[in-house]
C-alpha cells in the first residue's frame, strides 16, 4: 500500500475516496484509543483485542513515517503530528457516531464520549448534579468537563457543549440557549466597609480599593446603568487575577470591591460575609447559555444534555438571597 505521507511530511490525510477501507478503520481505532487514553479501553470501544488496537496504530505510522503516541507505563500522549491527525479521525469518528445514532432512531441508546466546557467556578459550584442526572439517563455515556475561564474555541478544543456566562454570544456562529438569566454586582465584606466606608455613587470608586478580573475585554472600568443611561467608572486594583473564586476569596479577606456575578456570591450575600452595594446602579445583567457548533443534525448526546440543563436551571438554584430582589429606582444618573 502506498504511504499515506511521506516521512517526514506534517500529517494531513483527507478522508475522502482515497482513503481505503483499512485506512479508515485504523483512524477510527487512533481515534478511540486517543478518546480513552488506553489502548484497551479504545480497543474495547470497537469490539477489538488490545494487541490489534496496538497493530494497527503501530503500521499507521509506519505508513505516515512519523510518531502518533508517546507510550509509557501509566498514560498515553500524543505527538504534534498525532495532534494533527486526531482533529481529522475524531471528526470521523464522530459522523460515524452520528450516522449510527440517525439510522437507529431516537429510541436508540445513548453512547460515546461528551466534552463540556464551563466556567471554573460554575462548574465547581452547579454542573455536578445535572452531569450525574444525565450520566444516570444514559448509562453507556461518558462526560469530560473541561473548566476554563477563558472563552475557549469549541472546535479546536473538540468542545461539544459549553456553558457561556456573558452579556451576549461572542461567537455568532455558535448555537445558544439560554439556561437563565443573572446579573453581576459590587460586593466586599463588612471589613472592608468598616474600614474604608461604603461607596454611594460610582464616583466614589476613585477612593476605594477594586478588585480586578483580567480576563475582561476592558480591565479598568466598570460599567453601570441608571434611569437607562449606561456609564463607565475607571477603577484602580492593587490586585487583580484571572480566576473569579481568587477574586471572591480576595474580597472575602476583605481586600476591597468586586464585581462578580450573582451565582457566585449568593450564600456568602445571604450569610452576611459580603455585602452589596451600589445596588441603586444597576450593573450588567448576564445570560447563562448553553452553546454548541452549528449542525444540520444536532448529535442526540448533545441535544440530551442541552435539554436537561435546560430543564434542571429553568429555576436556578443560587436565586434564594436578597441579591436577587429588583433593584430600587434612582434618579441621579450621574456618576
Known amino acids: 500500500m502506498a504511504p499515506l505521507a511521506p516521512p517526514g511530511a506534517s500529517v494531513y490525510l483527507s478522508c475522502d475516496v482515497s482513503a481505503s477501507t483499512d485506512d479508515?478503520?485504523?483512524?477510527?481505532?487512533?481515534?478511540?484509543?486517543?478518546?480513552?487514553?488506553?489502548?484497551t479501553a479504545g480497543a474495547a470501544r470497537l469490539g477489538?483485542?488490545?494487541?490489534?488496537?496496538?497493530?494497527?496504530?503501530?503500521?499507521?505510522?509506519?505508513?505516515?513515517?512519523?510518531?502518533?503516541?508517546?507510550?509509557?507505563?501509566?498514560?498515553?500522549?500524543?505527538?504534534?503530528?498525532?495532534?494533527?491527525?486526531?482533529?481529522?479521525?475524531?471528526?470521523?469518528?464522530?459522523?460515524?457516531?452520528d450516522a449510527a445514532l440517525l439510522g437507529a432512531g431516537d429510541t436508540a441508546e445513548l453512547r460515546g464520549v461528551l466534552r463540556v466546557n464551563a466556567p471554573i467556578t460554575f462548574g465547581e459550584l452547579y454542573l455536578a448534579e445535572p452531569v450525574a442526572r444525565y450520566l444516570e439517563a444514559h448509562p453507556r455515556m461518558r462526560v469530560e468537563l473541561l473548566v476554563s475561564d477563558r472563552f475557549e474555541d469549541l472546535v479546536a478544543e473538540r468542545v461539544?457543549?459549553?456553558?457561556?456566562?456573558?452579556?451576549?454570544?461572542?461567537?455568532?456562529?455558535?448555537?445558544?440557549?439560554?439556561?437563565?438569566?443573572?446579573?453581576?454586582?459590587?460586593?466586599?465584606?463588612?471589613?472592608?466597609?468598616?474600614?474604608?466606608?461604603?461607596?454611594?455613587?460610582?464616583?466614589?470608586?476613585?477612593?476605594h480599593d477594586c478588585l480586578r478580573y483580567t480576563l475582561l475585554a476592558v480591565e479598568d472600568e466598570w460599567r453601570f446603568k441608571a434611569d437607562g443611561a449606561s456609564f463607565a467608572v475607571p477603577v484602580s486594583a492593587r490586585f487583580e487575577a484571572a480566576n473569579g473564586s481568587v477574586l471572591r476569596s480576595a474580597a472575602l479577606a476583605g481586600m476591597g470591591l468586586v464585581v462578580l456575578p450573582s451565582f457566585m456570591v449568593a450564600q456568602d450575600l445571604a450569610a452576611g460575609a459580603l455585602v452589596e452595594v451600589l445596588r441603586d446602579f444597576s450593573f450588567v445583567q448576564i445570560a447563562v447559555s448553553a452553546v454548541y457548533a452549528p449542525a444540520r443534525v444536532v448529535p442526540r448526546n448533545v441535544r440530551a444534555f442541552v435539554d436537561l440543563l435546560v430543564a434542571h436551571f429553568r429555576v436556578p438554584p443560587w436565586r434564594t438571597g436578597p441579591a436577587e430582589t429588583t433593584p430600587r429606582r434612582r434618579r441621579s444618573v450621574a456618576p
Not at 54 to 80: D, F, K, N, P, V
Not at 163 to 186: C, E, N, P, Q
Open 48 to 97: 477489538l483485542s488490545k494487541s490489534v488496537a496496538s497493530s494497527r496504530i503501530a503500521q499507521l505510522e509506519e505508513r505516515l513515517g512519523t510518531r502518533l503516541l508517546l507510550r509509557t507505563t501509566r498514560r498515553l500522549s500524543l505527538t504534534a503530528d498525532g495532534l494533527a491527525l486526531y482533529e481529522q479521525a475524531a471528526r470521523m469518528a464522530r459522523a460515524a457516531d
Open 160 to 207: 461539544d457543549v459549553a456553558v457561556r456566562i456573558s452579556g451576549k454570544l461572542r461567537d455568532s456562529t455558535l448555537v445558544g440557549r439560554k439556561l437563565a438569566d443573572d446579573r453581576s454586582l459590587v460586593c466586599a465584606a463588612p471589613s472592608y466597609l468598616a474600614r474604608m466606608g461604603t461607596p454611594q455613587t460610582p464616583a466614589e470608586l476613585i477612593h
Open 24 to 39: 479508515v478503520l485504523s483512524l477510527l481505532v487512533f481515534a478511540r484509543v486517543v478518546e480513552a487514553k488506553s489502548f
